[in-house]
C-alpha cells in the first residue's frame, strides 16, 4: 500500500523533494537520497505527519529504526504517538547486551543487532527505514523484534523500490510507503 | 552551560534517571553514557526534545546539524519542533553527490566528517546537536564543516556533557548547551 497509490496531496511535493544520485554508491545503482527532503521543511514535516495519521491510535508501542536513515523518521514518528523508539544498529554499536540478526547482501552478508530488553513480549511494533529495496534488512528488523515476542504491525518506508520485489521478502507482514521510484 | 542551572527545570531528573551507565565500553576504562534508554521512556523522550525546542525556537535558527548516528535521532525532532532544515553530517562515504570533508583526531588515528556541498547558505543560523560531549573533536569538526560554507554556528547542544570538560574542549569558543551531566 502506498500513499503514493492513494494520492495524497502532500506526495507529489515529497516526491519531488527526493533527489536521485546517479551511480553511488557503485555504477548502475540510482541512489534515492533523502537528505534534500530533509532541507524543506514543510516536506519533511508532511513525510511524518503522513505516517502519524496512519498509526496513531493503532496502540503502536515501538518504533524501531534501521540504522542511519531510519533514525531520521522513526524518533520523530514515535514521538508524535506515543512509542518508544528503539534503533537497530550495525555491530558492536550498541552497548550492553544484544540479540543479532544476520542478512544476506548481494555480496557478503551483514548483521543487525537490537538490545536485550528494549523490547517486550507483546508489543506492537513499526518497523522504518527510509528506503526499502531488496527488503533484507526489514527482514532482518522483523526477525528480531519478532524473536523477542513482539508483533510487527507494519514496516514504513518513505520510498520503495518495486522493481526489486522487497515487498514479497516480508514474511506477508504489510509494507507501507509514500512514494515509489522504479 | 547546562540546563540544569536555569532553576533545575523538573523535567531533568527524570532524563538523567533514563541514561544508563555501561562501564567498559567499548573499552576497558570507558563509562560509555547510552541513551538508547531514554529513547524507550517516551515522556522522558519528548521532554528532552521539548527541551531543545523551547531553548532555540525564538533563535531564528534556519539549520540544525546532526552528527551520525545519535545525533540523527535528537536532531530531525528539533528540526521539526523549531522549523528549521535538518541537516545530517555524516562518516565518509555514506551522502551521495558532492560533500565537503574534516578531518579530526581520534585517541588512536583521525577520522572525517562530511556535510553535502550546497545544504548550507552563507549565514544561516546553525545548531549542531549529538547525544554527548567528551572531547568535543567531532563537535569542532562539525563546526569546521559549517563554517566552510559561512553558516553561522549559534551554540552546539548535546544531551549529555560535562561543563568541567568544556574547559578541555575544543569547541572554538562557541558556546555548549547540555541537559544533564554524565554519571559517575
Redesign the interface.
Known sequence: MSAYKDKDPRIHGIKTKI?V?PN??KPGIM?Q?I?TL????QA??DT?DLFVERYKGKNISVVAGI???G???G??I??AI??????L?KP?????EVISEEYVLEYGRDCLQM?VG?VEPGDRALVVDDLIATGGTLCAAMNLLERVGAQVVECACVIELPDLKGRERLHGKPLYVLVESH | MRAAENGRDPRLKAISDAI?V?PH??KPGIM?H?I?TL????KA??DT?DLFVERYRDMGISIVAGI???G???G??I??GI??????L?KP?????RVISEPYELEYGTDQLEM?VG?VQPGERTIIIDDLVATGGTLSAAIRLLERFQAEVVECACVVGSPVVQGECELKEKPLFVLVEPHY
Do not use: C, N, Q, Y
Request: aromatic letters at 16%; hydrophobic letters at 45%; zero cysteines.
Open positions: 533527489r544520485v553511488f554508491p541512489f537520497d537528505t530533509l532541507l524543506d521543511p519533511f514535516r511524518i540504522e542511519a536513515r533514525f531520521i523518521f524518533p520523530p514515535a514521538l506515543g512509542a518508544k523508539f528503539v534503533p544498529r558492536k554499536k550498541l552497548p550492553g538490545h528494549a | 544508563r555501561v565500553f567499548p560509555f547510552d538508547t529513547l524507550l521512556d517516551h523522550f519528548k526534545v551520525e548516528a545519535r540523527f535521532i535528537f530531525p525532532s528540526a521539526l522549523g528549521a532544515k535538518f541537516i545530517p555524516r562515504g555514506k551522502l551521495p553527490g553535502h545544504a
